[in-house]
């Protein structure tokens, strides 16, 4: 099944060719298949590699595995690329009935997946983890070179056991226990890593309706938002009111933030979700935040001073990957138990109006990040082609 890009793109049009900027026939150019569908942190490496292939090989061809429900439906075809759909495989944690039904689910999901192989042409398949990496690699084995990107310091079950075939193994940070791992860094937008925050700061500033000239904070949770952030932050609108500060709050499509308005003081915006971070990075000085491997990353990379949140679920890889950032003094890490109002006004209010101490949080994040992540990994990628 396919889902067309917004110019109806589905790899055998001829705008499809264009956007690929393939001149040459098909058959001739390399075909790339990505498969990180799901969530944000799984699509947007992704996304940011099939640029940097496209700027690398313009005669290129690159196409995304992802599933009915996931994110990547909205987010791969508004980059223009083709997005082939795949039964997802969602490994359960714990015995159950639905891990008596698996090896039948994988066994589906990998012929579909291998039929999808076939019809695009693929030359290889790079996997960032997730329901659609798991069928991706199997399907490829022995058929197709494969590259594994894992961007989290404790990688995820699907790519444990790509890593076991692939040709390039790419980790996001040291001390990843993958075999041959070798670190590059995530892939971020190139839009991201090129990003002047000064230079944008006015026009990102106007762009949210914020004040010009006021300390500005940032808040976000992910791309469905964060309950306990925004409680903690919108509950303390009055301090940063009274403290001359203006907030840009993404609080997730799900949800919704009311927060009183105080006439003459710098604007406290809600908005259900980010779609420039770019100007959203740019119009901060301090940014409140979960702290994903994709985000860290990006904060990192842009020089923007954090306090990261990290999710309390999970392996607490979350908490892991912001401590490169706070051990240089680029960022604050606040558990998600103890984000209270109370916390958000004694300590956020006063960082973010201490304009000497964000400055040297920001000259800390230098260098943090891995500003060419996403050439290196495509150099890897189209270096792993079959000749």
Known sequence: MTNSGPHGDTGNTADAV??????????????????????????????????????????????????????????????????????PVPLPRKPSAELLRLPLKVRDSVRKTRKVLDEVGADVVVGFGGYVALPAYLAARGRVPIVVHEANKHPGLANKIGARFAKRVAVGMKGTPLSRAEVVGIPLRHSITSLDRAALRAEAREYFQLDPDAPTLLVFGGSQGARS????????????????????HAHGPKNSVVVREYPGRPAYVPVPYLDRMDLAYAAADLVLCRSGAMTVAEVSAVGLPAVFVPLPHGNGEQALNAEPAVAAGAALLVPDAELTQRKVADEVVPLVTDRERLAKMSAAAVGLGHGKADEVLAGMVLGALDR
């Open 229 to 248: 952030l925004n409680t903690a932050v919108s509950g303390a609108a009055e301090d940063f009111a009274k403290a001359g500060v203006g907030v840009l």
């Open 18 to 87: 264009s956007r690929q900027g393939g001149a040459e026939p098909a058959t001739k150019a390399p075909t790339v298949v990505v498969a990180g569908g799901g969530t944000a942190g799984h699509i947007e490496p992704a996304m940011a590699l099939a640029d940097a292939v496209m700027r690398l090989r313009p005669d290129a061809r690159v196409v995304a595995l992802g599933t009915e429900r996931g994110l990547e439906n909205q987010l791969v075809p508004a980059r223009g690329y083709q997005l082939e759909l795949v039964p």
